[in-house]
Nanobody, 122 residues
Framework: QVQLVESGGGLVQAGGSLRLSCAAS????????MGWFRQAPGKARDFVAA?????????SYADSVKDRFTISTDVAKNTVYLQMNSLKPEDTAIYYC??????????????WGQGTQVTVSS
């Protein structure tokens, strides 16, 4: 079993920055990729960013966050980060960390964290 625990959410003004962290634990931990998703009120959960755990750390981003958000890992700490810069009010959502042992970076995630709230004020 894998457990994911997010932290780092909060309230920030538009144009500001936040860094989310997701610490993973489990008996055998060697995922294909880890990702971040977000869900705004009344909307579906959307893909934000993902990174392969090994294989050079390939990344993938949603168009809406490209060039503003950066995903990274600390393999020694089993932790994935999401650095969010130039935040906009439309980035307001609950952000979820997820893990997949599959072959796609944007779908097939089996494990999810509890979520952390990010609120961007205008």
């Amino acid at each position: 079993q894998v457990q994911l625990v997010e932290s780092g959410g909060g309230l920030v003004q538009a144009g500001g920055s936040l860094r989310l962290s997701c610490a993973a634990s489990g008996r055998t931990f060697n995922p294909y990729a880890m990702g971040w998703f977000r869900q705004a009120p009344g909307k579906a959960r959307d893909f934000v960013a993902a990174i392969t755990w090994r294989s050079g750390g390939s990344t993938s981003y949603a168009d809406s966050v490209k060039d503003r958000f950066t995903i990274s890992t600390d393999v020694a700490k089993n932790t994935v980060y999401l650095q969010m810069n130039s935040l906009k009010p439309e980035d307001t959502a609950i952000y979820y960390c997820a893990l997949t042992n599959g072959v796609s970076m944007r779908s097939g995630y089996s494990y999810w964290g509890q979520g952390t709230q990010v609120t961007v004020s205008s």
